[in-house]
């Protein structure tokens, strides 16, 4: 009963890794043995008991074994559940090894449910980031493309048919070009074959930009990245090349 929990479990984490008897991702996987979860854990695991301070988990001197504490690991699958602010997500896939690492799958499915809806959380994030910034294409506001655009000296953007132009300063002055050419009321842009991919503060949209102006319509393949940056999903690149 316990490895065919086990392999749901691990499963739904990672589905190449679940044989019931060896865990995690590669680089991080340990073994566990059954009924290597002692008594009292397993008493603190019932009665919920709690010990204050950051979560934990240490490897043995093998460095084959995770040893956790497992009422740590009980605090930080409530807390995560109570609020998606309080852990990072490596924290929380931290943790997970530590579930699985002490048998306990019940927080093991929770902390992996928690992990899919911050993933999720970051994804429809992004999303809205990507049409925030189209929004400021069509619109041809400059002021909303400063306010899309991130800092760093990470900024770059390669337009169709140009060099890459580097630092932001450079990226809003060739925005600014372009929207000049465009005329709001005459012209209009708007993706297609929009997939978006996001962790939990980077991530990046692939589109289909699709331009019309005087009756003619033309298509652009479009990557953008973006990152979290003072709370705010903003992008950092921009490339953008006409379809084959």
Known sequence: MIEQTADAV???????WGNGRRFGPPGLAHRVWPGSTNGVARQS?????????????????????????????????????????????????????????????????RL??????????????????????????????????????????????V???AACITGRDAVLASWEKVLGYLRPRSSKVSVEEVRVAASEYHGFVTCVEVMEADGSKGRICTT???????????????????LS
């Open 10 to 16: 691990v499963g739904l984490a990672w589905p190449e």
């Open 45 to 109: 695991l019932q009665a919920g008991a709690y010990r204050q301070g950051p979560p934990r988990c240490t490897r043995s001197s093998r460095g084959s074994q995770i040893r956790c504490r497992p009422e740590e690991v009980m605090q930080t699958t409530e807390q995560a559940e109570a609020s998606s602010t309080v852990f990072s997500l490596a924290d929380l896939r931290q943790q997970l090894d530590c579930a699985l690492g002490i048998e306990n799958y019940a927080a093991a499915a």
């Open 112 to 157: 992996k449910k928690a992990i899919q809806q911050k993933e999720s959380d970051a994804k429809f994030a992004v999303e809205d980031a990507n049409l925030r910034f189209y929004e400021a294409y069509d619109s041809c506001s400059i002021e909303g493309m400063d306010e899309m655009w991130g800092a760093g000296e990470h900024i770059q953007v």
């Open 159 to 161: 337009h169709p048919g």
């Open 224 to 242: 953008n990245v973006f990152e979290k940056q003072n709370g705010k999903w903003l992008i950092t690149h921009h490339h953008g090349g006409p």
